[in-house]
C-alpha cells in the first residue's frame, strides 16, 4: 500500500471519529429562567443545537391543595382556588363553586351568574393580555409588553373595583357572588352592587381591548422576525394534543374546534354571541393567534353581558353554615388557560371528603417531552412560551 | 356547535360498550364502573369515541382517618381510581372507575393507551402509593426525592396542623374534623 493510499484512509477514520465522537451535552434550563414563568426546570440533552430528549421538572411549587382542601371549610376553599392559576384568580372559583351549588341543589339569581360570567371574560382578556404581550417580548421585542399591560392594568383595575382584589378577588359566594359593604345578602338595589361607573368604564376598556388587538396584528403578527421565529414551530398535532389532554388554546390552535362554553352549562354562555376561533396548523403561531381572537370574543360577550345584565338578587338563600349532601361530582370550565374542573367528593360534611383539581397546565406541560424531541435549541423558548402555562396551575 | 348531551344517556352507552356492570350519573357525571381487569381494555374500547384525556386521579376511602372529619357510617376500605374522558365533538364526557384493594394497590398503566396518563399516573402513585405496572418512570413528580410516604392518603397527617391549631378557629365555624367551639356547632338557617 502507498502511504499516500495510508495517508487517505488515515485521513477518513479522522473524520468519521470526529462525527461519532459528538458529546451528547446537558444543557439544564431553569428553574430560575425567565421564560418558565416562574419555577419550572427543563433537563435537556443536546446533541450540538437539536436536543435529544427533555425531562421536566415541576413541583417546586406544589402546594398541596389537594391535601389543604380536606382540612378546610367549602367557602374557605375559594381562597384556595383563587391561587391555582393567579393570572386569572376569578375564573378559578367558579368551576369550585358551580360543584358545591350543584351538590347542595342551589342555583344563584340570574344577576349573580351574569357577574360572574362578566368578571370570567375579564379575567380571560387580562390573562391573554399577559401572554399577547410577554410572549414577544420572550422571542426580543419590548414594545408589546408595555403596549398591552397598560390594557390590562385597565380591566384589573375594574375587576379590583368590583371585587376589591387585582389578583385573588375571593368573590364568589355559594349560592351567587359577595354583596357590596353593607349591601346584606339580599339587598335589592341593584344600583349599588357594582360600583358606579362601572358598567360605561367597562365598555371603554373592551373597546380599549379590541383597538390594542388591532395594534398586535401591525406590531407582532406583521413582524418578520416574530413569523420567522414561530411559523411552523412546535406544531402539535390535534390527535397528539387530545391525547395529552392539552387543552384551551392550545388545543384549538392545532385546529380542534372544541370550547366548553358551547358544550357545558356553568355559566348561561348559551345565550351569547360568539365564534371560537381555531388555528390551522397548531404552531407558536397559530397559539398566538387564537389567543389575539379570544380577547375579541372575549370582549363581545362582555358587551352583550353588559346590556343585557338582568337586576335581582346577588346570592340565593343559602344556610348560614354550608354543610353539602353526599355525592361526588366533576364540573368543568373553560378557563383562560384551558379547561379547569374540581371533582368534588363530600360525604356531607362541612368541608370536601376529597378534591382533586384538574388544572389545564398541568396537561399542557405534560406534552413538552415529546414537543420538544428533535427541535432546536433557540426554540425552546419560543415553544415554551406559546403554550401559555402558570406554575402555580402546574402544581397546584 | 353546542351539542348537549344528556349524562345517563352517555353513562349507559358507554357502560355497554365496555362490558361494565354498573354506572351512575349523579349531578350530571356520567361514571362507569369497571373491574382492575377490565381497566386497560375499557380505554382502549373507549378511545375512539372520546380521544381527550382528561384527568387521572384517586379517591383513599378509609375508616381511619388523620384528617376531616370521621365517617360517619364505616366505608368498604379501597383506592377508587378514575379516569376521566371526553369527546370534543360533543359535550359528552365519562369518568372510568375501579377499585384497587389496599393491600396490594397495583394497577396496570393506560401509557399504551394515552399517552397523558404518564405524569397523571406518577402523581396518583406518588400521593397514594399506588403501582401502575408498566409506567416508565416512577420517579417523584411532585414531592422531593427521597420522601417517605403517600400524603393524600388519609391516614398521612397533616403535621403543620398537628403543630400549631389553625386560627381560623376563633371564627364562626368549626373546621373539619375538629372538635368545635360553642359557635360551630350552633347550626342556624339563615
Known amino acids: ?396 | 356547535m353546542s351539542v348537549t348531551v344528556s349524562p345517563s344517556e352517555v353513562a349507559e352507552r358507554f357502560a355497554g360498550l365496555v362490558g361494565a356492570t354498573r354506572h351512575t350519573a349523579d349531578f350530571g357525571t356520567a361514571k362507569v364502573y369497571v373491574t382492575p381487569a377490565q381497566w386497560v381494555e375499557a380505554h382502549r374500547t373507549l378511545q375512539p369515541h372520546l380521544p381527550f384525556f382528561s384527568w387521572l386521579g384517586a379517591v383513599d376511602w378509609s375508616n381511619e382517618r388523620a384528617v376531616g372529619e370521621p365517617p360517619e357510617e364505616p366505608v368498604s376500605e379501597r383506592y377508587e381510581v378514575l379516569s376521566r374522558l371526553a369527546a370534543v365533538t360533543s359535550g359528552a364526557a365519562v369518568i372510568l372507575s375501579t377499585d384497587v384493594p389496599k393491600d396490594n394497590p397495583h394497577l396496570p398503566t393506560l401509557i399504551g393507551v394515552y399517552g397523558g396518563a404518564n405524569w397523571h399516573e406518577r402523581e396518583t402513585a406518588e400521593m397514594f402509593g399506588i403501582v401502575f405496572d408498566g409506567h416508565p418512570n416512577t420517579n417523584h413528580l411532585y414531592l422531593p426525592d427521597g420522601f417517605e410516604g403517600h400524603p393524600l392518603r388519609k391516614t398521612f397527617p397533616l403535621l403543620s396542623r398537628d403543630v400549631k391549631p389553625w386560627p381560623g378557629l376563633v371564627d364562626v365555624e368549626g373546621m373539619p374534623g375538629e372538635t368545635n367551639t360553642e359557635a360551630g356547632d350552633q347550626e342556624t338557617e339563615a
Open chain 1, 1 to 396: 500500500m502507498t502511504d499516500r493510499r495510508l495517508a487517505a484512509i488515515h485521513a477518513s477514520d479522522v473524520q468519521v471519529s470526529v462525527e461519532l465522537e459528538t458529546p451528547e451535552m446537558t444543557l439544564n434550563l431553569g428553574p430560575q429562567h425567565p421564560s418558565t414563568h416562574g419555577v419550572l426546570r427543563l433537563v435537556a440533552k443536546v446533541d450540538g443545537e437539536v436536543i435529544q430528549s427533555v425531562e421536566p421538572v415541576i413541583g417546586y411549587m406544589h402546594r398541596g391543595y389537594e391535601k389543604l382542601a380536606e382540612v378546610r371549610t367549602y367557602p374557605q376553599i375559594t381562597a384556595l382556588v383563587n391561587r391555582i392559576d393567579w393570572v386569572s384568580g376569578f375564573a378559578n372559583e367558579i368551576p369550585f363553586m358551580v360543584a358545591v351549588e350543584r351538590l347542595m341543589g342551589v342555583e344563584p339569581p340570574p344577576r349573580a351568574q351574569y357577574i360572574r360570567l362578566i368578571l370570567t371574560e375579564m379575567a380571560r382578556i387580562s390573562s391573554h393580555l399577559v401572554f399577547l404581550s410577554s410572549y414577544p417580548l420572550e422571542l426580543g421585542a419590548a414594545t408589546p409588553l408595555m403596549h398591552a399591560l397598560r390594557e390590562r392594568e385597565r380591566v384589573l383595575d375594574l375587576i379590583e373595583g368590583v371585587t376589591g382584589g387585582r389578583f385573588h378577588p375571593n368573590f364568589n359566594r355559594i349560592g351567587g357572588v359577595k354583596p357590596a359593604a353593607g349591601a346584606g345578602s339580599t339587598q335589592k338595589k341593584v344600583s349599588q352592587d357594582l360600583p358606579a361607573g362601572f358598567l360605561a368604564d367597562t365598555r371603554k376598556a373592551m373597546d380599549a381591548c379590541d383597538s390594542i388587538c388591532d395594534d398586535m396584528v401591525d406590531l407582532v403578527l406583521g413582524n418578520e422576525i416574530f413569523v420567522e421565529r414561530t411559523r411552523g414551530v412546535g406544531i402539535i398535532p390535534s390527535a397528539r394534543a387530545l391525547d395529552f389532554g392539552v387543552s384551551g388554546p392550545n388545543l384549538r390552535g392545532s385546529g380542534v374546534h372544541f370550547d366548553l362554553r358551547k358544550t357545558d352549562d356553568y355559566l348561561p354562555y348559551a345565550s351569547f354571541e360568539f365564534d371560537i376561533p381555531t388555528g390551522s396548523n397548531g404552531d407558536c403561531f397559530d397559539r398566538y393567534f387564537v389567543r389575539m381572537e379570544e380577547i375579541r370574543q372575549a370582549a363581545r360577550i362582555v358587551r352583550q353581558a353588559i346590556d343585557g345584565l338582568p337586576g335581582g338578587d346577588l346570592q340565593a338563600k343559602v344556610p348560614r353554615i354550608i354543610k353539602v349532601p353526599k355525592g361526588e361530582i366533576y364540573v368543568r370550565a373553560e378557563n383562560p388557560k384551558g379547561e379547569m374542573g374540581y371533582y368534588v367528593v363530600s360525604e356531607g360534611g362541612r368541608g370536601p371528603y376529597r378534591l382533586k383539581i384538574r388544572s389545564a397546565s398541568f396537561s399542557n406541560v405534560s406534552v413538552l417531552p415529546w414537543l420538544l424531541e428533535g427541535q432546536l435549541v433557540p426554540d425552546i423558548i419560543a415553544i415554551l412560551g406559546s403554550l401559555d402555562f402558570v406554575l402555580g396551575d402546574v402544581d397546584r
